[in-house]
Nanobody
Framework: QVQLVESGGGLVQPGGSLRLSCAAS????????IGWFRQAPGKEREGVLC????????YYADSVKGRFTISRDNAKNTVYLQMNSLKPEDTAVYYC?????????????????WGQGTQVTVSS
């Protein structure tokens, strides 16, 4: 059974940093594209970044370019989302997801497995 577990969220002041982790069990993440999405209260789920099976990254949210990066450690079966220079508008629940068929996609409905999410709150 495939399980994805996000961790690393929390409360951080504006300008601070967090690193989110997406750890997998029952699956080898390195074979699949892994996306990070976020959903703020009252808003639709938004694609943030995706990393392909070959390690290439795709940004889906212009607002995070230059601040967020995605990486993977296949030995640890984990994908990371490094978030720097955080802003209050980054506040959301962040989810990682695995897509079984195809490459990275901004469309969250195309992903097959999801973690439970981790809350990120940026506030002074």
């Amino acid at each position: 059974q495939v399980q994805l577990v996000e961790s690393g969220g929390g409360l951080v002041q504006p300008g601070g940093s967090l690193r989110l982790s997406c750890a997998a069990s029952g699956s080898t993440l390195g074979y699949y594209p892994i996306g990070w999405f976020r959903q703020a209260p009252g808003k639709e789920r938004e694609g943030v970044l995706c990393i392909s099976s070959s390690g290439g990254s795709t940004y889906y949210a212009d607002s995070v370019k230059g601040r967020f990066t995605i990486s993977r450690d296949n030995a640890k079966n984990t994908v990371y989302l490094q978030m720097n220079s955080l802003k209050p508008e980054d506040t959301a629940v962040y989810y990682c997801a695995r897509r079984d068929l195809g490459s990275c996609s901004v469309d969250w409905v195309e992903y097959d497995y999801w973690g439970q999410g981790t809350q990120v709150t940026v506030s002074s």
